[in-house]
């Protein structure tokens, strides 16, 4: 089945930036989601079809795919961004979702 | 308010079974697939099954094949998971989640936008 790779940290400080990646093999060619999960809370959508985002995400976040890595990346980092992100695509030769690990992003 | 909720979690026994309930309000149920996605304690999401609008086609993640089934009542706005021949890696809270688009044909490539606020699953004896 298809594998996605995130890395399981990111750290940054406040008002910098933070690249989060999300590795598979021809990745460019899926949609990719990612999702905030904040601890004890339900996963929240922040970008789906690679780049667009839902209405009350901030602008801050943005996102792209190409090649063999598809790049969440949060602008203006905030202590409130403090979460676990997850990419997630569909793998077609089996009909079914799949998930990253999971990166901690943790703002210093 | 576009609102899922999840029940009937609990304790259970290796080899148990369980079915948990998803009340969907809001929003007209019948037109979107409908996903249970899992997560076990300290770790990453999982996604377990997905179901169509009219529950004509399902599919599952080979770790429950055979053992979880996926359904729904649209006149009652509710999914379920019945889960037989639960195994301890089975511990998690499970999440329904909605596909974004509605009356998608296909399975496809959606995200999911709406989340419930998940029921606890331990499988334990």
């Known amino acids: 089945s298809y594998v996605l790779t995130q890395p399981p940290s990111v750290s940054v400080a406040p008002g910098k930036t933070a690249r989060i990646t999300c590795g598979g093999n021809n990745i460019g060619s899926k949609s990719v989601h990612w999702y905030q999960q904040k601890p004890g809370q339900a996963p929240v959508l922040v970008i789906y079809y690679d780049s667009d985002r839902p209405s009350g995400i901030p602008e801050r976040f943005s996102g792209s795919n190409s090649g063999n890595t598809a790049t969440l990346t949060i602008s203006r980092v905030e202590a409130g961004d403090e979460a676990d992100y997850y990419c997630q695509v569909w793998d077609s030769s089996s009909d079914i979702r799949v998930f990253g690990g999971g990166t901690k992003l943790t703002v210093l | 308010e576009v609102q899922l909720v999840e029940s009937g979690g609990g304790l259970v026994q290796p080899g148990g079974s369980l079915r948990l309930s998803c009340a969907a309000s809001?929003?007209?149920?019948?037109?979107?697939?409908m996903s249970w996605v899992r997560q076990a304690p300290g770790k990453g999401l999982e996604w377990v099954a997905n179901i169509k609008q009219d529950g004509s086609e399902k599919y599952y993640v080979d770790s429950v094949k055979g053992r979880f089934t996926i359904s729904r009542d649209n006149a009652k706005n509710s999914l379920y998971l019945q889960m037989n021949s639960l195994r301890a890696e089975d511990t998690a809270v499970y999440y329904c989640a909605r596909d974004r688009t509605p009356q998608r044909d296909r399975p496809g490539d959606d995200a999911f936008d709406i989340w419930g606020q998940g029921t606890m699953v331990t499988v334990s004896s």
């Open positions: 809001g929003f007209t149920f019948s037109s979107y697939w």
